[in-house]
């Protein structure tokens, strides 16, 4: 029943009673009431991997979780801090990664709740919480509010991901106290100073969906760098809002003396890793000391061309992508390894590259992934074969003895083009790769 989806609005015993023991997959219950009625048969669900929760609770959160649960999801309602403290002690001893989503859910102010015996226990609660390991719960907040923050004040949650900025501004307070949280995911728009301080555990920050001004985005960086250890920094449907709606002179001064300090600070622990940039996001990167950089589509790599020569400090480029043509970017002195991740290339895309590679003049680590080198019949016309040849003479008077080739998953097309060459170090990564490879053994000088 795993591709079985069901969804109760009103449920009796009788009805989970057809549940018990089955392999459900996915089971979505839309009042209280449903869920106190199948709270039964929960240990029972062997395969249950979702569980979508709607309604109000207070008090203590008293259902036995399947083991098997990977996802709870937290729709619509409302309910008291202690209810929502002890759910996420219960998710925590299932002792494996857990998905706990909080869509609509509002939790309840403390002033709502009268006595001393209630505060006395929620303080109990959160102390049990304390003292969990959250490092496995990735907890995702659509709106959030100070009283839903409060409760992961000190906890050692490991993955975050706020959708939307008001949430970011609602749990800014306790970023800081967050200690073990590993990565955050943002999304919205922002404009203005970046005041949010990264937790010093944070090795993962990605901004997911939005724009920023670019001196958000500037404020941000200097904050990542200020962590002083290395941190991955994705920017994946990120749009920065180009000079042009940064009205004013006193915002220009401002952004350049933001920039100012960026240039001045060490990026060389950030790896930044872009999916849709332009050109103003690249400008961004201009002169800086960026050690790792992710181009993750062609139009990236576009984009990015005009700033990696000036990127005096990079030592790793990854790119993703399809291309075609000649490899007309210039790379920069400092680069020490290219990665090709994922996608396909030409052969004269390939020839022009490693020519590239040759100049740089030292010794440069290539490592192609999982990529695919068309065929000549894909390389169409006789002027392209005779451009093709007359690369293909190029690479063979370079000096590539500096250049290391490791190949993850090869073709004959693929070592063809360094038949007869002065490759220094090749590894070849699967016995597959070997088998490829094997007829260009003996011609390689």
Not at 196 to 205: E, H, W
Not at 407 to 436: A, M, N, P, W, Y
Request: proline residues 2%; aromatic residues 8%; contains cysteine.
């Amino acid at each position: 029943m795993s591709n079985i989806y069901i969804i109760v609005k009103y449920g009796i015993k009788e009805l989970f009673e057809i549940f018990r023991d089955t392999s459900i997959g996915i089971l979505d219950l839309q009042t209280v009431d449903c869920i106190l009625q199948a709270s039964d048969i929960f240990p029972t669900l062997g395969k249950l991997k979702k569980l979508y929760l709607w309604g109000s609770y207070t008090s203590h959160f008293d259902i036995q979780l399947p083991a098997s649960l990977n996802l709870l999801s937290l729709q619509r309602g409302e309910c008291s801090s202690e209810w929502l403290c002890s759910l996420l002690i219960k998710l925590c001893e299932l002792g494996h990664p857990v998905i706990c989503e909080l869509w609509g859910i509002v939790v309840q102010s403390r002033r709502e709740y009268c006595g001393t015996d209630f505060n006395i226990h929620v303080s109990d609660l959160r102390s049990k919480l304390l003292e969990c390991d959250m490092s496995n719960i990735y907890i995702i907040v659509k709106y959030g509010s100070k009283e839903l923050f409060e409760i992961f004040r000190e906890t050692s949650i490991g993955i975050l991901d706020l959708q939307t900025v008001d949430c970011i501004l609602q749990a800014s307070d306790i970023f800081p106290t967050l200690c073990k949280l590993k990565k955050l995911y943002l999304w919205g728009s922002y404009t203005g100073h970046c005041d949010i301080q990264p937790p010093a555990s944070l090795n993962l920050l990605i901004l997911q969906r939005g724009e920023c001004s670019s001196e958000w985005l500037c404020s941000l960086l200097i904050k990542l760098c200020e962590l002083g250890h290395p941190v991955i920094c994705e920017l994946w449907y990120f749009v920065v809002q180009s000079r042009g709606e940064d009205c004013g002179t006193d915002s220009n001064i401002h952004i350049h003396n933001m920039r100012s300090k960026l240039l001045a600070c060490d990026m060389s622990n950030i790896a930044i890793i872009v999916n849709n940039g332009k050109k103003e996001l690249f400008e961004i990167f201009r002169d800086t000391s960026i050690g790792i950089l992710g181009l993750q589509t062609a139009d990236c790599i576009l984009q990015a061309s005009y700033i990696l020569p000036t990127l005096s400090k990079l030592e790793k480029l990854y790119l993703w992508g399809s291309h075609m043509g000649h490899f007309v970017i210039r790379l920069p002195a400092s680069l020490q390894c290219i990665i090709l991740q994922t996608g396909e290339w030409s052969s004269e895309w390939l020839y022009s590259l490693l020519i590239s590679l040759s100049a740089l003049d030292h010794p440069v680590e290539c490592q192609l992934w999982d990529f695919v080198v068309h065929s000549r019949e894909e390389d169409c016309g006789t002027d392209s074969n005779i451009h093709v040849s007359d690369l293909r003479s190029k690479l063979l008077a370079c000096d590539m003895s500096n250049i290391e080739i490791l190949v993850t998953h090869g073709s004959k097309e693929l070592f063809e083009i360094f038949r007869d060459t002065s490759i220094g170090i090749l590894d070849l990564q699967t016995v597959d790769c070997i088998l490829q490879a094997s007829d260009i053994f003996f011609h390689s000088r």
